[in-house]
T-cell receptor
Framework: EPEVTQTPSHQVTQMGQEVILRCVPI?????FYWYRQILGQKVEFLVS????????KSEIFDDQFSVERPDGSNFTLKIRSTKLEDSAMYFC???????????????FGPGTRLTVT | GEDVEQSLFLSVREGDSSVINCTYT??????LYWYKQEPGAGLQLLTY?????DMKQDQRLTVLLNKKDKHLSLRIADTQTGDSAIYFC??????????FGAGTRLTVKP
């Protein structure tokens, strides 16, 4: 069964460093998302991406964050200068095959745990 | 702001039915979801319901929606130990951003 994959599973970085979190969405999906979950808190929406541009973003997704689909398979989240409060589990999701109904089914990857020291 | 609330814990005996409840505040919510998270794993989409429906059944899972009270429930029939996990309720207006509850930890005792 197709699934969303994410690498690495755990990333440790020092404050101020740039990190890139990688995701491979399900191959025929057209819509891509990033969410994060700070330990002990709710899963929060960061950004959605469609047709090579951001379609929606939350207040969390400030200028330190960027997303890119560099090729036909990867979807990346970059944090330019990490802060301690960026430590969280980051989930990638994808949805939407050719049939509109599947637009509503977001499938999540296993997450990347980012630890900023 | 808009919010999604769930009780944090539920414990049932194997074979019993589990009912996990969720309330949301945004009356514009159009899509309502249930996700399951097992330890160390991502969020698994279990089922979803559109706001113009009041019930959806899928094998052992039954979703009930009371739009007037903004109340969503997930019933798991014949609960098994493998159903032990955290269950997240989520809602969305436009299916771009989803708002999640804090999750209900379901423990199934043999």
């Amino acid at each position: 069964e197709p699934e969303v994959t994410q690498t690495p599973s755990h990333q440790v970085t020092q404050m101020g460093q740039e990190v890139i979190l990688r995701c491979v969405p399900i191959s025929n999906h057209l819509y891509f998302y990033w969410y994060r979950q700070i330990l002990g808190q709710k899963v929060e929406f960061l950004v959605s991406f469609y047709n090579n541009e951001i379609s929606e973003k939350s207040e969390i997704f400030d200028d330190q964050f960027s997303v890119e689909r560099p090729d036909g398979s990867n979807f990346t989240l970059k944090i330019r200068s990490t802060k301690l409060e960026d430590s969280a589990m980051y989930f990638c999701a994808s949805s939407g095959g050719r049939e509109a109904l599947y637009r509503y089914e977001q499938y999540f990857g296993p997450g990347t745990r980012l630890t900023v020291t | 702001g808009e919010d999604v609330e769930q009780s944090l814990f539920l414990s049932v005996r194997e074979g019993d039915s589990s009912v996990i409840n969720c309330t949301y505040t945004d009356s514009s919510s159009t899509y309502l979801y249930w996700y399951k998270q097992e330890p160390g794993a991502g969020l698994q989409l279990l089922t979803y319901i559109f706001s113009n429906m009041d019930m959806k059944q899928d094998q052992r899972l039954t979703v009930l929606l009371n739009k007037k009270d903004k109340h969503l429930s997930l019933r798991i029939a014949d609960t098994q130990t493998g159903d032990s996990a955290i269950y997240f309720c989520a809602e969305s207006i436009n299916n771009n951003d989803m708002r999640f509850g804090a999750g209900t930890r379901l423990t199934v005792k043999p």
